[in-house]
């Protein structure tokens, strides 16, 4: 389905914001009474290339952090994970990094504050893409976020134009966030427009609506979603819908539906960047997608029942023996 251009010496790149998850130790009792918290790197393309990274894919990251004690955690974070950081850029235009402190109340109430004001990873520029760095890796992934600001904006479409030209395919999380936008009529344009350029699209129904809120405004069925961004480079097309599952949509008008692992989770966050994390390895393996999508769908449920997202996200061996003893204790 997804076939990767040769001799590159990268197997995934991830591009947009990594930033700081604090998240509180004591479960069952709100942040404010909350004196502790444990500080790991965050940010869905942070997740994202963490997660590949535990399964021995070659990573690298293209991003801005603060340039700081924070900015240099993440940058040492990520070595100690094999990922490549030379396109890890300081910003030296007062940026910091976005904070996010996570709580957990109850076993079906988990939250999070953000403080993401004059962030770093928005300050990234058309001159930090490294056109090199692009043609020599197997699959570029962007998230919505990474559009929500310029310069961070033509960043990122300046890494689809290389990625075009020197035969990378490219992955979309569309990953909307509200507080990031102006409003959600930009937010629908930009991202439609991101989406014309990617092979794989991967979103939720909510998400999906909202980039479609011009082309085909009101429209809910899947297949109809799919068939549009088929009429540009889209390759497959994946729709989750929670509790019920994804669906995956390819150009030869096939529908795999993934498996889903139901669990009592300790939180939510973490789960799409752990599923995403799984499906990459599937493409790049040459899996079938209902085998990607599984290992995707393993993979979050573990990390949901964990209290953090990136030191949660499982291996290879750890995901398959969930699965297993999911299945026999069914």
């Known amino acids: 389905m997804l076939e990767f251009g040769k001799n590159k010496t990268l197997d995934i790149v991830a591009l947009g914001r990594a930033g700081i ?51 240099r955690y993440i940058r040492i974070y990520f070595d100690s994970k094999g990922i490549n950081t030379e396109n890890l850029i300081a910003d030296k235009d007062g940026g910091m990094n976005g904070l996010a402190f996570t709580e957990i109340r109850s076993p079906k109430d988990s939250s999070f504050i953000l403080h993401r004001d004059n ?13 090199e760095y692009i043609k020599n890796t197997k699959l570029l992934v962007i998230s919505g976020t990474a559009l ?41 344009i930009y991202l439609s427009l991101a989406a014309q350029k990617c092979d794989v699209i991967v979103g939720t129904r909510e998400e999906f609506d909202m980039m479609e809120m011009f082309s085909n405004p009101g429209n809910k069925d899947d297949a109809e979603t799919a068939g549009k961004w088929f009429e540009y480079k889209a390759k497959v097309v994946i729709v989750k819908h929670g509790a019920e599952g994804s669906f995956a949509y390819t150009g030869d008008g096939k529908v795999t539906k993934g498996a889903v692992f139901p669990v009592t989770p300790l939180k939510t966050m973490g789960a799409g960047d752990s599923y995403a994390g799984g499906l990459i390895y ?33 291996t290879l061996k750890e995901i398959r023996a969930f699965i297993s003893d999911y299945r026999t204790g069914m």
């Open 21 to 71: 998850d604090l998240n509180a130790v004591e479960m069952n009792v709100p942040m404010e009474e909350n004196m502790t918290f444990r500080k790991t790197v965050g940010g869905s393309p942070a997740n994202i290339a963490v997660a590949c990274s535990r399964y021995d894919l070659k990573v690298g990251f293209i991003g801005r952090v603060s340039d700081d004690q924070h900015g």
């Open 119 to 131: 962030v770093a990873d928005l300050n990234l520029s058309i001159e930090d893409i490294n056109r």
């Open 148 to 188: 929500s600001r310029s310069p961070s904006r033509e960043a990122v479409f300046a890494a689809l134009e290389y990625a075009e030209k020197y035969n990378t395919r490219v992955m979309f999380d569309i990953d909307y966030r509200d507080y990031t936008w102006t409003s959600k009529k930009e937010c629908g």
């Open 282 to 314: 599937g493409f790049l393996s040459g899996k079938t997608i209902a085998e990607g999508m599984e290992l995707g769908a393993g993979a979050a449920a573990i990390v949901v029942q964990s209290p953090d997202c990136s030191e949660s996200m499982p």
